[in-house]
């Protein structure tokens, strides 16, 4: 059973940062896309990032030049680093990997940035 597990979420004062880190098991084949995507209370989720197998990235625009994600295909793993946090950007941020047709989904990190 593929799981995705986010970890690195916290809070954090505005103006600082984070890195989120999101780490498969269960999965025998690499991931063709992973991102971030996030949902604030009351808010419907929201894709934050992307990245292909390739490198190629995309990024909400509210975060581009400040968040930056990255990813390790051989550990089929993702990250997220986020600089200069504003209080807007708290939210659960969940990990998201696609294969062919599939979409796998992480339970979720919460981010809490103070003002």
């Known amino acids: 059973q593929v799981q995705l597990v986010e970890s690195g979420g916290g809070l954090v004062q505005a103006g600082g940062s984070l890195r989120l880190s999101c780490a498969a098991s269960g999965s025998i084949f690499s991931f063709n896309v992973m991102g971030w995507d996030r949902q604030a209370p009351g808010k419907q989720r929201e894709l934050v990032a992307r990245?292909?197998?390739?490198?190629?990235?995309n990024y909400a625009d509210s975060v581009k030049g400040r968040f930056t994600i990255s990813r390790d295909s051989a550990k089929n793993s993702a990250y997220l680093q986020m600089n200069s946090l504003k209080p807007e950007d708290t939210a659960v941020y969940y990990c998201r990997g696609i294969y062919d047709t599939y979409i796998y989904w992480g339970q979720g990190t919460q981010v809490t940035v103070s003002s």
């Open positions: 990245i292909t197998e390739g490198g190629e990235t």
